[in-house]
């Protein structure tokens, strides 16, 4: 069973404007969350995670996310778009913290910001 | 510096060769992993491994052995290397603490590997 996904292949969204990347997941306790950025021909960067604590977490580069345990819902935010937002977007989970601690990411969203 | 670096960053080799990734991190971490990207940028866990444990991924060939001299290093090794085996895998580093994870997962910048 798939413990991560993300709906959208791909997203455009106009410079300046607000942009969403969604995630939900589906693991059972307390998971950790993540958000990772992979620009092309390079590693993933880590961008935010959700430990516990405040439902709202702010990362790198403006990004935040919004942890929803009722939706089960880690969707990434930006207020603003910019172009070199434009990248490949990894929504990650751990489902049982304090075991092997892998990492099982969603399948990726294309963020695409035209000028 | 380089917190996760790995070697060589582009692999081209024939089906039926052996060969090695080598991947060094610097940051003091105690747990390093392995993962593959295919061609469609899926991402999937290989192997971990601290100094207590290896975890492998069950679906993981058995061709595909991780090799640890020391804590700072986790080598990939693959034997009789196949077509399907090519794809980005990308080794990286966190810290695991009492069951907790202090920090988040550092990743190398990836091997492409194809199989000729």
Known sequence: AQSVAQPEDQVNVAEGNPLTVKCTYSVSGNPYLFWYVQYPNRGLQFLLKYITGDNLVKGSYGFEAEFNKSQTSFHLKKPSALVSDSALYFCAVIPRPGGANNLFFGTGTRLTVIP | ?116
Request: aromatic fraction near 12%; include cysteine; hydrophobic fraction near 30%.
């Open chain 2, 1 to 116: 510096d380089t917190a996760v670096s790995q070697t060589p960053k582009y692999l081209v080799t024939q089906m039926g060769n052996d060969k090695s990734i080598k991947c060094e991190q610097n940051l003091g971490h105690d747990t390093m992993y392995w993962y593959k990207q295919d061609s469609k940028k899926f991402l999937k866990i290989m192997f971990s491994y601290n100094n207590k444990e290896l975890i492998i991924n069950e679906t993981v060939p058995n061709r595909f052995s991780p090799k640890s001299p020391d804590k700072a290093h986790l080598n990939l090794h693959i034997n009789s290397l196949e077509l399907g085996d090519s794809a980005v895998y990308f080794c990286a580093s966190s810290q695991y603490l009492g069951g907790q994870v202090n920090t988040e997962a550092f990743f190398g910048q990836g091997t492409r590997l194809t199989v000729v």
